[in-house]
């Protein structure tokens, strides 16, 4: 049973940068995809990034292209968001995610277990 933890989230005003955490423990395939989404309320939950455990593709939403970038630590068994330029409309709680990788890594509807999330708040 693979289990997801995320950490990083906190406020900061409009410009700055925050870094996320994600960490897994349990069994994770070797093609294995992981991701970053966000949700505000009332909206659906969006696909911000997603990177298969090789490292490669790697895949970005057009809002966060430029800006955000995922990246993976294995032998920490850790995946992260390095968020720069941050806007007001990157406010969100943003979930860490994953699936065995049958699909390309971008097929965000395939992702089956999730971390809790953590919240991210930019002010203007």
């Known amino acids: 049973q693979v289990q997801l933890a995320e950490s990083g989230g906190g406020s900061v005003q409009a410009g700055g940068s925050l870094k996320l955490s994600c960490g897994a423990s349990g069994v994770i395939s070797s093609r294995a995809c992981m991701a970053w989404f966000r949700q505000v309320p009332g909206k659906e939950r969006e696909g911000v990034a997603s990177i298969r455990i090789g490292g490669t593709p790697k895949y970005y939403a057009d809002s966060v292209k430029g800006r955000f970038t995922i990246s993976q630590d294995n032998a920490k068994n850790t995946l992260y968001l390095q968020m720069n330029n941050l806007k007001p409309e990157d406010t969100a709680m943003y979930y860490c995610?994953?699936?065995?990788?049958?699909?390309?890594?971008?097929?965000?509807?395939?992702?089956?277990?999730w971390g809790q999330g953590t919240r991210v708040t930019v002010s203007s």
């Open positions: 995610a994953t699936f065995p990788g049958w699909w390309a890594c971008d097929s965000w509807s395939s992702y089956n277990v």
